[in-house]
């Protein structure tokens, strides 16, 4: 399809199953989150879907429409929720584990979270050492698994009467991986899940099988999992719409925002230095080093983009970047960040700014899943396949085409995600030139 060709776009009729591997803290706040604003317990907040406006022709025509009332979004009464997990908790007993929602409300959306019971999962214990549990498929191939999940992706859209489906990966956090030979070609990750290659990690069967499925695929986490040329290829020839990876919600969200703007001033910045206590599942998966070097990977790459040290060697030339993450169980999902970043202005003073982010990691990453689910679904009525770069804004490393750099500033994230919009309802562009009001 022509980039330039305004897309039909199909109606969201019928049911859409949203399944996510792993049904832990992020996958159960959002689930719940869901449910709530159902029952109208709660706004939608953090939302874009639900919540945003986008802007639409001059600012003299005063169009400002909920973004949901432009494109035809699966409305939340639509959506029916699934996943996997290795523990047999139904989505009520795993929230109640992760401690994020406070019980009075939880109570509120428990028989629609008892409800979501955990399919059997896909599970090595080598990619994700710190954790097991009790609720995994049977050995048997790589091949065999992928069969096994495109199966109960089949039995979910007919049990629950689904017109379409989407995945998005609230797994745990893999061991850091590049690509190898079995992920140059799809027919060599064929091969390679016919010979239970041990380079192809539980993520990237979920993948295949999505995608074998016509099942949309949004990576939550740092993994490598659709970052491949297998999968690219797979994506390209099923049509199918991916995107990733790894959620920008707290200190990477907060650097994402704090760049751009010190950047926009030509200040320079000798370091920035981050670091966490995070006590929840996934802190303890990220407490092992080679799970860690995955998130600290993703985590990393934003500022180099943003500040392009080769164009601003004065500016950006040479400044030490550190990430930490520690395990420290009495904060639970209520992590804490701090952020000092070392500044320099005219003349080379000097200048420092500290940040110090009392977040709730699943708070912030509950409505980036909905969108993401909703957003994937819309692309792929629309007939949009492969990377979806538009919705890099909820991501800390986002996919893009080989041929360019990923766009980490927020804002330009947010301006093409909703000159996105504007083309998929064939709207003018918004540029921000101008000019028009002072002829
Ligand atoms: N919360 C955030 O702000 C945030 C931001 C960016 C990325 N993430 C990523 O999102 C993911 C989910 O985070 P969380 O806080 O919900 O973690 P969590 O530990 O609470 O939940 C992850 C769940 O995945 C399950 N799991 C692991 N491997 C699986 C497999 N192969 N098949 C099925 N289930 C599997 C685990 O048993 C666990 O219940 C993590 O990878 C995390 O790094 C979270």
């Given at each position: 399809m022509s980039v330039r060709q305004t897309p039909a776009i199909g109606a969201p009729e019928g049911k859409l199953g949203v399944l996510t591997p792993g049904l832990g803290a992020v996958a159960t706040t959002f689930i719940a989150g869901v449910e709530a604003i159902k029952k109208n317990l709660t706004p939608p907040i953090g939302s874009l879907t639900q919540m945003g406006r986008i802007r639409l022709g001059k600012r003299t025509e005063s169009r400002n429409p909920l973004i949901h009332d432009l494109v035809p979004l699966a409305p939340l009464d639509n959506l029916v929720f699934g996943g996997w997990d290795i523990y047999e908790d139904s989505a009520y007993d795993s929230a109640k584990n992760a401690g994020v929602i406070a019980s009075d409300l939880l109570e509120k959306v428990r028989p629609e979270l008892d409800a979501v019971k955990p399919m059997s999962a896909v599970f090595e214990k080598r990619y994700v050492t710190r954790i097991d549990g009790p609720n995994k498929k049977a050995p048997a191939s790589k091949m065999e698994h992928a069969e096994a999940l495109i199966e109960d992706i089949a039995n979910f859209k007919k049990d629950n009467d689904l017109a379409r489906c989407v995945m998005v990966w609230c797994g745990s956090t893999e061991i850091f991986q590049t690509p190898s030979d079995v992920h140059s070609s799809l027919e060599k990750f064929e091969e390679g899940l016919r010979k239970s290659d041990p380079e192809i990690a539980p993520s990237q069967i979920y993948a295949y099988a999505a995608l074998k499925s016509g099942v949309p695929f949004a990576n939550g986490a740092p993994n490598l999992t659709v970052d491949t040329?297998?999968?690219?290829?797979?994506?390209?020839?099923?049509?199918?719409?991916?995107?990733?990876?790894?959620?920008?919600?707290?200190?990477?969200?907060?650097k994402t925002l704090l760049a751009p703007g010190l950047k926009s001033r030509l200040l320079g910045m000798s370091g920035w230095f981050s670091t966490n206590i995070l006590g929840?599942?996934?802190?303890?998966?990220?407490?092992?080093?080679?799970?860690?070097?995955?998130?600290?990977?993703?985590?990393?790459?934003?500022?180099?983009v943003i500040f392009q040290p080769d164009q601003y060697p004065d500016l950006y030339g040479k400044y030490d970047h550190k990430v930490r993450i520690e395990y420290y169980p009495p904060r639970g999902d209520n992590k804490e960040g701090?952020?000092?970043?070392?500044?320099?202005?005219?003349?080379?003073?000097?200048?420092q700014i500290k940040v110090n982010f009392l977040c709730r990691d699943s708070i912030l990453a509950a409505p980036l899943v909905l969108d993401l689910a909703l957003f994937l679904d819309l692309a792929q009525r629309a007939g949009m396949s492969g990377i979806q770069e538009w919705l890099s804004f909820y991501f800390k490393s986002p996919m893009a085409a080989q041929s360019v750099y990923p766009e980490h500033d927020i804002f330009i994230q947010l301006m093409k995600l909703k000159n996105t919009l504007r083309w998929m309802k064939g709207e003018d562009l918004i540029t921000h030139l101008g000019l028009e009001y002072y002829d």
């Open positions: 040329n297998a999968m690219l290829q797979l994506a390209g020839r099923e049509g199918v719409p991916i995107c990733g990876k790894d959620y920008k919600t707290g200190q990477t969200f907060m929840n599942r996934d802190g303890e998966v990220l407490d092992e080093p080679a799970n860690f070097r995955t998130k600290e990977e993703s985590k990393l790459s934003a500022l180099d701090w952020d000092n970043i070392d500044i320099f202005g005219w003349m080379g003073y000097p200048m």
